[in-house]
């Protein structure tokens, strides 16, 4: 009588935490890989591919090491697996070097042996899906919508979506502004986050944090804006959106400008290179003019800042610095414009016009890019560049003054004054002897983009350019961050104790020295020695600045 053969064991699987497999604790990316398997199976997709691994249980640096271990948890609890898109091979005759490329699947013989169990009991359809971290899918008649189809709410959404980026373009970024009609008064913050609750689907919650993330950023708060990366990256990783490739190449963009905003330079091109080497998102960056233009203006960036500090005491390589800053910038203008992005496009004039003035200011001013028809006035070029930044600002619609072009020009006007003994203090009357340029100066260095200074936004002192932006701000009717409120108000006490009026500018400092803690240290730095340096003895005797920071750093207050 032939002997029988024993039918093989079932295979008890428990989802509830800690998870086991037949009694034993078990690795839970192992048992979860196993019960994705079997889910498939039964769902009569067979398959399951390393995408769908990615969040769940691994990300893609991860991947191989997690397939690994499972095979070898696998063996140990006795189930064979499969590898490859021809599910009718046997396991034992596949080709282990080509296993973790996937997809998996369970041969039929050994998916009728899996059992999976919550609390002891027979798991439902619902509760195996809610382990895997899959959507309940209800069954779809006919008539059934597919959940990412277009719905009527999506118009209500994007509609949302602009209010959010027409407010960040005026300025109300956290807070509200007073007096702007039509599309409402709520902030850009605001704003974004009621587009969270009217969001329904993956892709348009993954664009809703990003967009909160380049807020925050914008803002300043660095800490709020790593979360919301953190957020979108889970987000990514957990659902397959579309558009997740430029949603990648964007967390990146943003974590590169968060590191640039804490001046960390070189976090902030390890960033932007790895996104130019991974093939992906170099394809993004190709062919996607917005993250093109994100990617060469933050690159250009970097690269000026590093070309200043080097100027001192390597000018070669300063100088090779300051040219790709340049070249990049460029390349920013040319992709903002490709995408009709005139916001974007001041933002990236501004920039190079105050590079080519900086880069003058610290014995770079023969760089090839700098050279146009014999004509070596680098003032005049740095001036005409922000004049159009301020001309694009005037001919977009809703688009606010940029307080950064006024902050600018007040620099350059001031640029070339120096107190007669540079290792002294100067006193009331040699500060109030140096002649920086007014208003009307800077109008005509700008020639035919003089237009851009109207008598409205541009009166004819500084100190009164200074102030109306600050009156702006403190009435609510415009919101700087933190850089930028500090900015103006340091220059406006400059041109105020220049005016004899030294009450106002007393009053700035005290103002800007409770700002002060909100930047980082750098940035702190620079206004604690341009106080200091600056500004005439009696004043600094009356309004005391901070403390000089131990290590001195003088960074030129960063770009937007």
Request: with cysteine; hydrophobic share 45%; aromatic share 8%.
């Amino acid at each position: 009588m032939p002997k029988s053969v024993a039918s093989p064991a079932l295979l008890s699987i428990e989802l509830t935490s800690p998870q086991s497999v037949d009694g034993r604790r078990a690795a839970f990316q192992s048992l979860w890989l196993l019960v994705r398997m079997q889910h498939a199976h039964e769902a009569g997709t067979g398959l399951v591919r390393l995408a769908d691994l990615r969040g769940e249980v691994s990300d893609a640096s991860t991947l191989r090491m997690v397939v690994s271990r499972a095979f070898r948890d696998f063996k140990a609890w006795g189930i064979e697996v499969g590898w490859g898109e021809d599910t009718q091979r046997e396991p034992r005759f596949l080709n282990a070097e080509r296993r973790s490329q996937g997809p998996f699947w369970l041969p039929a013989s050994e998916a009728k042996r899996v059992r999976v169990l919550v609390d002891g009991h027979a798991a439902t359809a619902k509760e195996v899906a809610s382990f895997l971290g899959l959507r309940s899918r209800k069954a779809q008649g006919a008539g059934a919508t597919p959940p990412d189809a277009v719905h009527l709410q999506d118009a209500a959404f994007w509609k949302q979506l602009v209010a959010s980026q027409q407010a960040a373009r005026q300025g109300r970024l956290m807070a509200p502004v007073a007096g702007h009609a039509g599309g409402g008064n709520g902030s850009a913050l605001e704003s974004i986050r009621l587009a969270g609750t009217l969001a329904a689907t993956d892709f348009q919650r993954a664009l809703v944090t990003l967009n909160e993330a380049m807020l925050w950023r914008r803002l300043g708060d660095n800490e709020q804006a790593r979360r919301r990366l953190q957020a979108l990256k889970k987000q990514r990783l957990a659902h397959h959106v579309a558009g997740n490739d430029y949603l990648g190449a964007m967390e990146c963009i943003v974590s590169a400008w968060c590191a640039y905003t804490a001046r960390d330079l070189p976090l902030a091109q390890s960033l932007l290179g790895g996104m130019a080497e991974d093939a992906s998102r170099a394809l993004v960056l190709r062919h996607h003019p917005d993250v093109r233009f994100e990617w060469c203006n933050l690159w250009a960036l970097a690269c000026r800042s590093q070309a200043l500090a080097l100027a001192a005491g390597d000018k070669p390589a300063a100088a090779a610095l300051a040219e790709e800053s340049l070249r990049r910038f460029g390349e920013a203008l040319a992709a903002a414009f490709e995408s009709h992005s005139f916001d974007a496009a001041q933002h990236v004039a501004a920039n190079m016009g105050m590079a080519a003035w900086l880069f003058d200011r610290v014995g770079l001013s023969d760089l090839p890019a700098l050279a146009h028809d014999g004509n070596a006035d680098t003032t005049r070029r740095a001036v005409q560049w922000i004049a159009f930044s301020e001309w694009l600002c005037g001919h977009t619609d809703g688009q606010g003054r940029s307080a950064w072009n006024a902050i600018y020009l007040m620099r350059i006007a001031r640029g070339h004054c120096r107190p007669p003994d540079n290792e002294k203090q100067p006193t009331l009357a040699q500060f109030r002897a140096q002649k920086p340029l007014d208003p009307a100066a800077v109008s005509r260095l700008a020639g035919p983009l003089a237009d851009a200074f109207d008598a409205t936004n541009w009166p004819a002192r500084w100190v009164q350019v200074a102030q109306a932006r600050l009156a702006d701000h403190q009435a609510g009717r415009r919101r700087y961050p933190g850089l930028q409120h500090c900015s103006l108000l340091f220059e406006h006490a400059w041109y105020a104790a220049h005016a004899g009026e030294l009450e106002a500018a007393g009053h700035s400092l005290a103002l800007l020295r409770e700002a002060l803690p909100q930047l980082v240290p750098s940035d702190r730095a620079y206004f604690t020695e341009s106080w200091n340096d600056q500004l005439p003895a009696e004043l600094v005797l009356e309004a005391r600045p901070p403390r000089r920071p131990s290590a001195r750093s003088k960074p030129a207050p960063k770009a937007r």
